[in-house]
């Protein structure tokens, strides 16, 4: 069905036949895009100046005003009507009943109505005080009546807008900067809003408003394609979900690609981002010239003045590098650059805007893009040198990216860049795509580079350490091979070029191990050392490891986690100095006096004791120690208790009835001095609470000893809390993992499992090691956002390893168990 043959329906058929044919359109017609929509408008134009026409008879000085997105012709699926209806005022008892005449049956079709009733004076009132309302007229379009009458406004608040542009600009500009720190950034949201976010469609109609002031334009390349590309997923989206939305949610996603064509979700927030990024930048080129127009207008009158009515005078230029200039607050080429004889010239030009914290200028960037010839291979010294002071720069070596970015140089310069260019991330830990990440990565790791004797090859991992996310398997292994490749490209020698390999290689090495594995175990220690090689590199990857936990989210890092590393690191280091870490028969760190005492006072007592200490660790550097106390690491809680069954999930248990979060977590048993008689249990675990302050050390005591001589039902207490637990909306998560890591400790077997967190996990995982008859010797627990990560050192009752066969079955059965 063609858009004339839906009108005509429209017309013949009166509210059905608008409903028959509208709903024709949308099921019947080709997929979403701009003809759909501007056969839906043409079809809703139709249908709206034939209830316009029979209602108004003879009525003259009257108009129906299609404003706003309906105004623009985007008229979506599930998009409401935005409508005026404009009269002269000569007889307002007529038009309000003709505005019933339109609006009733609007709304007894169920579509949603934005709708004022307006004189041509009442308009321009309205719109001068309220700045939204005066961007809706912009778009005005004329439906039905009096073409003259909509005309005249459309002329008279454009005119207005031209005038009030120096005093509304700078309101709109705010405007979008509270939206933005709002709504976020459409490019790195796992549920963006289409519309409302930094870089979605309201942004893409603020920059017609600003052309629309002849005060500044927008890059025009690829403008209208993004703008498009939104709109068909906005459509798209409305159709699967029903509704008026524009929060692209996870769970419509796939229905979303499908409509589209598309090959899956993550094909379909790659094309978003893309888009969004070219929104966001043209708003950011945008709004930086209006700021420098106006600049530049309020210093005119007083410069003519100073200069007698002179010529215009010449902007200062100021220099920065070679054939790089600073003029008017950008980074431009200097007259006598000549770009195509300097290859050189874009990474000099970026590392010297970045420097001065000065953004590269949009024309600059387009001609270097044009004209720039390529980099020999390997790449000369200085190329080399200005992408490391570029990515050294801190801040501002973000926004300087982003500009080269948008003109396709950075994948001219790194291929292997566009694999990875807005690839979503699907895991609640990160809040970036994956090239933001290296991006936001290389910025961190800018604030290490005195901490380490290789600063370059410092920030080229942290820019590349990630850069295998774009292939098939472990993106560590990918990314390895590609490092080794790009550092050569670059100019890097062999001996660089390994290292660079092997940070990359390795670059989850320290968090993991340290979050994961028990550093008491010099099989652990020396596994590191072996993988690091060299202390060098292991400074290198300390700093590393510290830069993309902080540029990855704040639920990466924390003072305790940075802790852990830096045990790890110095144990390592003692390795790798000659320092042999000895293979001895695991004991046991000596118990403390107070873990003596303790374990004295429980034989004594003949149940459980325990002791509860704040916990803080200053900082690796003392120069780096923060004004005012330690950042607290967790409270240590110490707990002695006869050696029976089902310690560890009662302990797990209680902590999780009384919302306590297991940072750390160590059982072992004791050995007591002589003429001490009985077995000891000694636990030595770093809590949190979860909220609010911590319980008294008497109340987990008696809960505890009731846990274990199964008065308290502690499954049952948490199956109903478990029953109420809230979970986002919309995400499934995935299904528990338990693996027997291999070779990980020569005194223990390692269980690993990945689930999603929950109250009372630990003691589920507890409970289920304990029914599969092995002991638990240490336990290290790790949260990263929603998700656990635990590692669990497991002997059987005699102490030994458990053999293969025997550690894979109790694997599965507790992976059965989570799953169940």
Excluded at 187 to 204: H, S, T
Excluded at 786 to 797: H, L, Q
Aim: glycine share 8%; charged share 25%.
């Amino acid at each position: 069905m063609t858009s004339t043959d839906v009108r005509h329906e429209a017309e013949d058929s009166g509210p059905g036949g608008y409903a028959a044919a509208r709903l024709r359109l949308l099921t019947e017609g080709v997929r979403s895009g701009p003809p759909r929509r501007s056969a839906l408008s043409a079809l809703t134009d139709t249908w709206l100046a034939g209830l316009f026409g029979a209602a108004a008879g003879t009525l003259r000085g009257v108009s129906l005003i299609a404003v706003g997105g309906y105004g623009r012709g985007e008229l979506s699926p599930r998009s409401d009507l935005d409508l005026v209806l404009l009269h002269d005022g000569s007889d307002p008892a007529a038009v309000a009943a003709l505005a019933d005449s339109v609006w009733y049956p609007v709304w007894d079709l169920g579509i949603a109505l934005d709708h004022s009733v307006r004189t041509p004076a009442e308009a321009r009132k309205t719109a001068a005080e309220d700045l939204k309302v005066q961007l809706g007229l912009l778009d005005a379009r004329h439906l039905a009546g009096d073409l003259g009458l909509t005309a005249a406004l459309r002329t008279t608040v454009l005119a207005d807008w031209r005038n009030q542009a120096p005093k509304r600009l700078p309101e709109l500009q705010e405007l979008c900067a509270d939206r933005a720190a709002r709504q976020g950034e459409l490019q790195y949201l796992l549920e963006p809003d289409l519309k409302e976010a930094r870089g979605g469609l309201r942004d893409a109609t603020t920059l017609r408003a600003v052309a629309a002031s002849w005060l500044a334009d927008a890059p025009r390349e690829g403008l209208d394609d993004a703008r498009r590309r939104l709109l068909d997923v906005r459509d798209a989206l409305h159709l699967a979900t029903g509704r008026a939305t524009d929060r692209l949610a996870l769970q419509e996603q796939d229905q979303v690609a499908a409509e589209l064509g598309l090959l899956d979700a993550d094909t379909l927030l790659r094309q978003v981002y893309e888009a969004a990024r070219v929104i966001s930048y043209a708003s950011d080129v945008t709004w930086r010239e209006v700021g420098r127009v106006l600049r530049s207008r309020a210093g005119r009158p007083r410069l003519r003045t100073l200069l007698g009515g002179g010529p215009k005078p010449v902007a200062e230029r100021s220099p920065l590098a070679e054939g790089v200039v600073e003029q008017d607050g950008e980074v431009v080429l200097a007259r006598a650059a000549r770009p195509e004889r300097d290859p050189v010239l874009p990474l000099r030009a970026a590392a010297a805007a970045a420097q001065a914290g000065l953004p590269l200028s949009l024309h600059a960037v387009r001609r270097m893009a044009a004209t720039t010839r390529p980099l020999p291979t390997p790449w000369p010294a200085e190329a080399r040198e200005q992408l490391v002071t570029l990515l050294g720069s801190g801040r501002p070596t973000v926004e300087v990216w982003e500009a080269l970015e948008a003109e396709g140089l950075i994948t001219r310069l790194l291929p292997d860049w566009e694999r990875v260019r807005c690839r979503p991330q699907r895991n609640a830990v990160h809040i970036w795509t994956v090239d933001r990440h290296l991006i936001e990565t290389a910025v961190r790791a800018s604030e290490f580079t005195r901490r380490v004797s290789r600063p370059d090859l410092l920030l080229v991992a942290a820019l590349l350490h990630d850069i295998g996310k774009g292939w098939p398997g472990d993106h560590s292994v990918a990314g390895e091979i590609i490092a080794k490749d790009v550092a050569a490209r670059i100019g890097f020698d062999r001996d660089d070029v390994t290292v660079l390999a092997t940070l990359v290689r390795h670059h989850l090495l320290l968090i993991d191990t340290a979050t994961r594995r028990d550093l008491e175990d010099p099989a652990t220690v020396r596994a590191v050392a072996e993988a690091v090689g060299d202390r060098g590199t292991l400074e290198l990857l300390h700093a590393l490891t510290e830069a993309d936990a902080l540029a990855t989210g704040p639920a990466a890092w924390s003072t305790w986690r940075g802790s852990l590393v830096a045990d790890l690191v110095k144990r390592v280091s003692a390795v790798l100095a000659g320092e042999v870490a000895e293979d001895a028969p695991d004991t046991g760190a000596a118990p403390t006096a107070e873990q003596e005492r303790l374990a004295i006072e429980s034989v004594a007592t003949g149940g459980p004791v325990l002791a509860l200490r704040a916990q803080t660790e200053p900082p690796v550097d003392p120069a780096e120690a923060p004004a005012g106390d330690p950042e607290p690491l967790g409270v240590e809680l110490v707990i002695a208790v006869p050696d029976q069954p089902g310690v560890l999930p009662a302990v797990a248990g209680v902590l999780s009835l009384h919302r306590l979060t297991v940072r750390t977590a160590e059982l072992r048993t004791l050995e007591l001095p002589d003429g001490v008689e009985g077995s000891v249990l000694l636990l030595d675990w770093r809590v949190a609470a979860q909220y609010g302050s911590l319980p008294q050390a008497a109340r987990l005591r008696a809960d505890l000893v009731r846990a274990l001589d199964g008065s308290l039902d502690i499954a049952g207490r948490l199956a109903e809390r478990d029953a109420a637990y809230p979970r986002r909306r919309g995400v499934l998560a995935p299904p528990p993992r338990v693996t027997v890591a291999p070779a990980a400790s020569r005194h223990a077997t390692v269980i690993e499992v990945r689930a999603q967190d929950a109250p009372g996990l630990l003691f589920r995982i507890g409970a289920a090691l304990e029914k599969a008859g092995v002991r638990v010797r240490s336990a290290h627990a790790s949260t990263l956002g929603s998700n656990a990560v635990d590692a669990f050192y497991v002997t059987s009752g005699t102490g030994l390893p458990l053999l293969g066969e025997e550690a894979t079955t109790v694997a599965r059965a507790l992976e059965e168990t989570l799953r169940g």
